[in-house]
């Protein structure tokens, strides 16, 4: 059980254009789900918090106008990233958390969506 | 905000020995310490996790520690096995706290043969 899955897993792009992640719980519901980023030998560093049906709240540094996020439902979360740029390429990894009382805070991760911009 | 730091961030051990990583938190407040592994291109695992209410948990070759009151926590891996090397992450959150998590920095764990 708790299983998360991304798609895209990989995922190359030309300068400008914009790439949609998707992030899905597929045997569980998700009050919250998270997108990380993480670049090479570094931890994961959060970019936005999602909760269904409501706006994310993002950290201080991430630009919400470019990384536009969706939570359209309690399984399915989006990460597009507008107008890429090279700077932009990084490892995007998502999470949820159960909507389950008792375990509130504890988060599956997706695989993982590796993203280079040429 | 909270800070967590990771030590050792590299550690290579011998199959069947134990392998120990530290971490320890800033915020007292914090009461959620999950560790998780991940493998090479791939997303995080969660191994285990624990709770404020207890200072041990175990299962099978895993366990955890934590020291509320020196504020660090230690995940314990017996009998290491290849299929254990990847990178471990610990990391703190606090229940209600947007169920945000603050990571550690990583340990990227080497079980040779």
């Known amino acids: 059980g708790a299983v998360v899955s991304q798609h895209p897993s990989r995922v190359i792009c030309k300068s400008g254009t914009s790439v949609k992640i998707e992030c899905r719980s597929l045997?569980?519901?998700?009050?919250?789900m998270f997108w990380y980023r993480q670049f090479p030998k570094k931890s994961l560093m959060l970019m936005a918090t999602?909760?269904?049906?409501?706006?994310?709240?993002?950290e201080q540094g991430v630009e919400k106008d470019k990384f536009l996020i969706n939570h359209a439902s309690l399984t399915l979360s989006t990460l597009t990233v507008t107008s890429a740029h090279p700077e932009d390429s990084s490892f995007y990894i998502c999470?949820?958390?159960?909507?389950?009382?008792?375990?509130?805070?504890?988060?599956?991760f997706g695989p993982g969506t590796r993203l280079t911009v040429l | 905000g909270e800070n967590v730091e990771q030590h050792p961030s590299t550690l290579s051990v011998q199959e069947g020995d134990s392998a120990v990583i530290k971490c320890t938190y800033s915020?007292?407040?914090?009461?959620?310490f999950p560790w998780y592994k991940q493998e090479l291109g791939k997303g995080s695992q969660l191994i285990i996790d624990?709770?404020?209410?207890?200072g041990e948990k175990k299962d099978q070759r895993i366990a955890v520690t934590l020291n509320k009151t020196a504020k660090h926590f230690s995940l314990h891996i017996t009998e290491t096995q290849p299929e254990d090397s990847a990178v471990y992450f610990c990391?703190?959150?606090?229940?209600?706290?947007?169920?945000?998590?603050?990571f550690g920095t990583g340990t990227q764990l080497k079980v040779e043969l």
């Open positions: 624990i709770r404020s209410n207890v």
């Open positions: 045997d569980f519901q998700a009050t919250t």
């Open positions: 990391a703190a959150g606090r229940t209600g706290g947007g169920n945000k998590l603050t």
């Open positions: 999602s909760n269904e049906g409501s706006k994310a709240t993002y």
């Open positions: 915020d007292s407040a914090s009461n959620y």
């Open positions: 999470s949820a958390s159960p909507l389950t009382s008792g375990t509130p805070d504890t988060q599956y």
